[in-house]
């Protein structure tokens, strides 16, 4: 059975750092696309980033220059670094894979982790 785990969700200060991470199980997910989308309360849930398995990488106009995604394919893991996280940052946080980027670009990714949510303070 697959499953995406995400951790280290929170409490963080606007400007300061927070670490999200995602563990897959089930499968090797060395060949997926991963990514990460988050939903605000009231809002849609929105693409945040991407790690394509060739190692190219995609952001959100929102998040670029804040936020890494990074995959590390042994341990089946990706993550997620956010720095200078404003409040407007404040959402549940999920983790996404599908064998096909295109799914994960378009925001429709068979497999989805639970979520972790991510409160900004200001």
């Known amino acids: 059975q697959v499953q995406l785990v995400e951790s280290g969700g929170g409490l963080v200060q606007a400007g300061g750092s927070l670490r999200l991470s995602c563990a897959a199980s089930g499968r090797t997910f060395s060949g997926y696309a991963m990514g990460w989308f988050r939903q605000a309360p009231g809002k849609e849930r929105e693409f945040v980033a991407a790690s394509w398995s060739g190692g190219s990488r995609y952001y959100a106009d929102s998040v670029k220059g804040r936020f890494t995604i990074s995959r590390d394919s042994a341990k089946n893991t990706v993550t997620l670094q956010m720095n200078s996280p404003k409040p407007e940052d404040t959402a549940v946080y999920y983790c996404?894979?599908?064998?096909?980027?295109?799914?994960?670009?378009?925001?429709?990714?068979?497999?989805w982790g639970q979520g972790t949510q991510v409160t900004v303070t200001s």
């Open positions: 996404a894979a599908d064998a096909k980027p295109t799914a994960v670009a378009n925001g429709n990714p068979r497999y």
